[in-house]
Structure formats: C-alpha cells, structure tokens
C-alpha cells in the first residue's frame, strides 16, 4: 500500500472530474463509495487500485498493487492539473456563466491511458447507454483480473491488448456485442500498444491516428481523447444526446450537429468544456416519440 496527499492550487470535484471516466453505476473498473473514488487500473507496472477522498481540502490517494506507484504519480493530471482553461469566456452567454460559478471544481481528467477508454466507446456505437454498459460490465468481469487490495468487491481491471485478442465471438455475442463492434475492437487492440503510444501526443493526433482504424469515426475518436487526453475541444459530434442538450440549454430548443457546432464556435478551444458544464448540471431536453427499444439478441 502506498499513500500520497495532493493540494491542488483550486478547488476539484472528485465526482465532476472522475465521473466520465465510470460507465455508469455497475462499472467493475469505478465505483464510489462512503470512503471515495475507487478506480481499478491497468497501469505500465501492472495493476493497480487507486482510491481517492477528499479531506480538508486535499485529496488523499492510496494505491494498492505492483501498479501503485505509477497510480499515484498519474493523479494530478488524472485531477485536471494539465487542465487550461486560459482564454475560457464562460461570460458570453448566460447561462454557461451561470453553470461556470455554480461547478467551480470541474476539471477535464486526463487519464493518460487510450485503450480502457476506446474499447468501452466502440461497445457503445449505434446502440442505446444501457446495452453499451451492460456488455462492458459483463466483458469486464469475465476477462478482466481482480483489482488489488481491499477494493469493494466485483472490481477488475479492464483487461490489457492481449487479453481482448483472446474473447471468442460467442463471448461478445454472450454480452450482446455483434459482429461489427467486435470486429472494430479487434482491430483496435491488434495495434494497441501502438495506440497506447498516442497518450503521449496531443489530442488532435491521437484523434487522427484513432480514426485511421476502420470503425472508428469522429464520435469514438472524440469521447477518447476527452478522456485519455483531457482535450477540452473534443465534441462528440455523432451523439444521439449531446446536440439536443446543447441547443436546449444555450436557446431552449433542440438542434442538430451543425447547430451545435455553431452554438459552441464562440469558445472554440474550449467546446467541450462548455459540454461538460452542461451535462454536470443534468440539462436535458425535451423528447418526442416512443424510446429507442433494446433487443436483447445474446441467446439469438
């Protein structure tokens, strides 16, 4: 076990910052509890379980597993240090102002690591939260190692390149991924330590080298790098959701993608801070027609 204390210079909001990086409450690789932020990584050195907890104002990081050391070296920019926010003008328009000073402690994360993020986003293409989740979870805890230490149970690490390379096709359609999918995620691990390499490049780059891999486009290159890169100008252009909340919160009507795109022009640099803040304040918008229904194809 080992233990460091980090004193950010301004205020962080562990549930801000970390929330993007959990797939939702069940994810076996985040979960949060009455002692904090549990995260089961799988670090350069090896595994690890990193548990952060805010107290009197800084954050005390305990890390367990022979990925410990590289753990706790990775918070500060897993916290937002790297997050600039120089030239941010969240005053011209209202209600950006507003959520601005009402979230001061949201920082974009910088998780520094490309293949736990991309392998989850290929899983959520074209089908609805709630399957990309559930075949994350179920993929996870099949092939993923127990996190190290005392982490609350049924936590694992996100298995590494080599370990995807080996999930039969009847494993993926057992977790309600189909061919196409599968097949992308694939691809992607077969150069993973090369994508691996693209954390350490600047998130238009990564972004490029990305979608140079056949099923991966412009949405799934953006909601990596937001959070492998922390790049606070990514926008998932392609979501079902993020456009609609956007023009709903910035002129109280749905738009499309190229509406969007010109709503947020005013802080390019900074487009998907202005996301951030408003998905952190739970906006949503108003919806027309029955929901999207989930087929359950796994013993089709």
């Not at 994350?136 to 080599?162: I, Q, T």
């Not at 949503?284 to 194809?297: C, F, L």
Request: charged share 25%; proline share 8%.
């Amino acid at each position: 076990m080992l233990t460091s204390r980090y004193a950010p210079p301004e205020r962080v909001s562990l549930g801000l910052v970390l929330g993007p990086l959990r797939q939702g409450a069940t994810d076996p690789t985040c979960r949060r509890d009455d002692s904090g932020w549990w995260l089961a990584l799988d670090t350069p050195a090896g595994a690890a379980t990193l548990r952060l907890r805010e107290i009197d104002g800084a954050i005390e990081a305990t890390a367990w597993g022979p990925g410990a050391e590289h753990a706790l070296a990775g918070v500060p920019d897993l916290l937002g240090a790297r997050d600039d926010a120089s030239g941010f003008d969240p005053s011209r328009h209202p209600v950006v102002a507003a959520l601005h000073h009402r979230f001061p402690g949201l920082r974009l994360t910088r998780a520094a690591r490309v293949m736990p993020y991309l392998v989850p986003t290929v899983l959520g293409q074209k089908v609805t939260g709630i399957e990309q989740k559930r075949a994350w979870r179920e993929l996870v805890l099949r092939h993923g190692e127990p996190a190290p230490g005392p982490a609350p149970h049924g936590m694992r690490v996100a298995p590494p390149p080599s370990v995807w390379k080996r999930v039969p096709s009847w494993e993926w359609h057992r977790a309600g991924v189909g061919p196409q999918r599968s097949d992308t995620v694939m691809r992607a691990v077969a150069v993973g330590e090369a994508l691996e390499r693209t954390a350490g490049v600047d998130a238009a780059e990564a972004s490029r080298r990305l979608r140079t891999i056949p099923g991966i486009g412009v949405w799934t290159a953006a909601e990596t790098v937001q959070r492998s890169h922390g790049d606070p100008d990514s926008v998932s252009v392609g979501d079902f959701h993020v456009a609609k909340r956007v023009g709903w919160a910035l002129t109280g009507s749905r738009v499309d993608d190229d509406g969007m795109l010109e709503l947020l022009e005013p802080w390019r640099g900074h487009r998907q801070r202005v996301v951030r803040l408003i998905e952190a304040a739970g906006i949503g918008y108003e919806r027309h027609g029955p929901r999207m229904t989930i087929v359950d194809n796994r013993r089709r």
